[in-house]
């Protein structure tokens, strides 16, 4: 028997069980697309995470009150210095550091002639940006102030926030920003007005697209910070010396002030993501293995019914190895049309839910979307892996076929 | 009916199996006699001991001989017939097709004898429902690895030749049984076998179909020089074959030229 009748036969046979066939195949398509799907996400997931931490420079470490945690910027309370004036020149004399740039950080509700947006305040020297933030461009006709307390730079997501089609604001525009802060006293209201004297172009770091960036002493008023800074970026005098400061910093000030590097927040970061795409990747192959149990049960219930007819198949002459040929090809052609589909799916699946799975930043603003990436050599091995799975599914039926007496099988009703 | 069906020493001969890799193994006993036994013996254990299902079956069936086998049920015909037929081994002796001892042969050298030396047609007809007529009839000649265009060209002689070429496209379930018995006939026929085995061919058909059916037969026997063995319950078709062998109690009771 050639490989065309072979084929021929097998498709036949999978024709004439329609429904079952279309069941066993959905089975396969919903395994393999959802290895697609999740793959797809944590490459575009960790794709993302590797953008943000390379347009930060690699000669800086951020430097806040306590203890860092390595999986956020947040900081304990406990045993925490406050980072005044004092600290920040404390540190701009350790050895090796070349400059040292205090931040405020906060969110605002922005208002532009009626139109509000809530945004990430930045509150820094902005002629200082440069040093976290190497690469960064500013469009045609921006102007930097560092000395200006009015004048605010906006980054790019905030004036054109997805899925908009007109700019939230433009040069030149005059924005209000709203900030509340709690005292012993109560709940207030600061409002101040700022003119946009610049505007960032992309820069891949979610974080300064989504920002408002403001001057340091306007940020110590909105945000009512009392000059205490929020972070400090250290910029040590080349990278190679990153891990030296970090020694000083904590040698000077131990647990009291803790400093990190991008590095080892992108370390830690990937070695999250990598943790959650291990997990999400056994939740698809538990998937696929499902299919494959599918699989098995089709062809098993298949070779029962069709006793006879491969009986008669051996009467007239048919190898053991063309009966097995026959039912794994029939579980091979339910494990192709399965793993395409399911990878078209995956495909289509991965980039809806990526819409629908949008986080919102912290700080406020329009809601991060992050694409899927599809990875032409993972989706080769999600198709293989379906494939192979759906023949080894295909094994056991087509063994037993094959191994049948003829003279029993014909006997059977 | 033209000659194509009863060709014997058609150049393109399937049942040329000379070239097979089992042809050291196979013992060539060319004479006149398509069949032979020699001391067949056939037992089964079972819970209540060891029961002979035939013993010491000897005889010769000769080109283009038309043979019945008859006996009560039980008597061991089928058994004798799945042998022939080269669906069972015996638990002893020879058979020799074609002068190949088939039993001599490994599992997949059998399989090889059975699409090249062997036609079967069932009681049932055993016709693989979800394929056209066509294939069905094709079925063997695919198994052989017969080239498209041969297998098509001979499916289409014989269709043509048992009267159900305009059949060729259809379902066998959307046949008569009288039908697909006679698609059964064409599937046994396509590639040219030895000697063809019939399982109560007539046996699920009215009296008038299963007559058309072994009429036939008859044809194909008489007029084409086929070897056919027929296994039957009906005596009145029994003695118009060629020879009646009759089986009792797993052995030939007797062997009748009619």
């Known amino acids: 028997m050639n490989p065309k009748d072979i ?174 802060y709690s005292d012993s006293s109560g709940s207030h209201t600061v409002v101040k007005n700022f003119v946009i004297t610049g505007i960032l172009k992309p820069s891949g770091n979610a974080g300064i697209d989504r920002s408002v960036i403001i001057n340091l002493d306007a940020g110590n008023e909105l945000l009512h910070k009392l000059n205490r800074y929020d972070q400090i970026i250290v910029a040590a005098t080349t990278p190679d010396d990153v891990d030296t400061v970090q020694g000083e910093l904590t040698s000077t ?122 990875v032409p050599m993972d989706l080769i091995k999600v198709w293989l892996l379906s494939l192979f799975l759906s023949v080894l599914a295909g094994m056991y039926p087509a063994w037993k076929a094959s191994k049948l007496s003829p003279m029993v099988a014909l006997r059977r009703e | 009916m033209t000659k194509s069906i009863g060709v014997q020493n058609d150049e393109k001969n399937t049942n040329d199996v000379s070239n097979t890799k089992s042809e050291k193994s196979m013992q060539s006993i060319i004479d006149d006699f398509v069949l032979k036994t020699e001391h067949v013996y056939k037992t089964f254990d079972s819970a209540a001991g060891k029961v002979i299902a035939l013993e010491d079956i000897n005889f010769k069936v000769k080109r283009g001989q038309f043979v019945s086998i008859m006996g009560p049920s039980g008597s061991g015909k089928s058994t004798l017939l799945n042998i022939l037929g080269a669906l069972d081994r015996p638990s002893s002796g020879k058979v020799i097709i074609n002068g190949y001892d088939i039993f001599s042969l490994a599992d997949s050298e059998i399989a090889t004898m059975r699409n090249r030396l062997i036609g079967y047609i069932f009681q049932s007809y055993n016709l693989v429902n979800r394929s056209t007529v066509e294939i069905n009839v094709k079925l063997p000649a695919i198994i052989a690895g017969m080239s498209t265009s041969e297998a098509n060209s001979r499916a289409k002689k014989i269709l043509e030749e048992l009267g159900i070429a305009d059949k060729a496209k259809q379902k066998p379930s959307n046949l008569s049984g009288g039908q697909q018995q006679r698609v059964a006939i064409a599937r046994c026929l396509i590639n040219n076998p030895a000697i063809i085995m019939a399982d109560e061919p007539t046996g699920n058909l009215d009296t008038k179909t299963g007559q058309d059916i072994f009429d036939m037969l008859k044809l194909l026997s008489h007029k084409f020089g086929r070897t056919i063995l027929m296994v039957t319950h009906n005596p009145e078709l029994a003695q118009l074959t060629d020879r009646t062998v009759l089986i009792k109690d797993g052995r030939i009771e007797n062997d009748i030229m009619n």
């Open chain 1, 253 to 374: 000030f131990g647990k009291t002030l803790g400093a990190t590097t991008p590095k080892a927040l992108m370390a830690v970061r990937v070695q999250a993501a990598s943790g959650n795409n291990a997990f999400i990747l056994m939740v698809g192959i538990i998937a696929l293995v499902v299919g494959a149990v599918g699989i098995v049960t089709t062809l098993y219930n298949s070779v029962t019914e069709r006793i006879r007819e491969i009986g008669t198949m051996k009467a007239i002459g048919a190898q053991n190895t063309e009966i097995l040929a026959l039912f794994i090809v029939e579980a091979a052609l339910i494990g192709i049309i399965g793993a395409s589909l399911g990878t078209i799916i995956g495909i289509v699946g991965g980039y809806i839910l990526s819409i629908f799975t949008t986080t919102s930043p912290a700080g406020g603003g329009p809601p991060i979307h992050i694409p899927p990436i599809f």
């Open chain 1, 7 to 180: 084929f021929l036969l097998a498709f036949e046979a999978l024709v004439d069980r329609k429904v079952r066939t279309v069941l066993t195949i959905l089975m396969v398509v919903l395994g393999s697309s959802l290895v697609v799907i999740l793959n797809g996400l944590s490459a575009g997931q960790a794709a993302f995470l590797e953008q943000q931490f390379n347009t930060l420079a690699a000669n800086v470490l951020f430097v806040g009150s306590g203890q860092r945690s390595f999986s956020s910027f947040a900081t304990s309370t406990s045993n925490s210095l406050i980072i005044n004036n004092v600290v920040l020149a404390k540190i701009k004399s350790l050895p090796n550091v070349s400059d040292a740039i205090p931040e405020y950080t906060g969110s605002v509700q922005m208002n532009v002639e009626g139109n509000t947006q809530r945004a990430s305040i930045t509150s820094i020297d902005p002629s200082k940006l440069v040093v976290e933030l190497p690469n960064l461009q500013y469009v045609d006709g921006s102007t930097i102030k560092p000395g200006d307390r009015s004048s605010a730079i906006v980054g790019d997501t905030i004036v054109n926030p997805p899925g908009a089609s007109t700019p939230f604001l433009t040069l030149g525009e005059t924005i209000k920003a709203t900030a509340t």
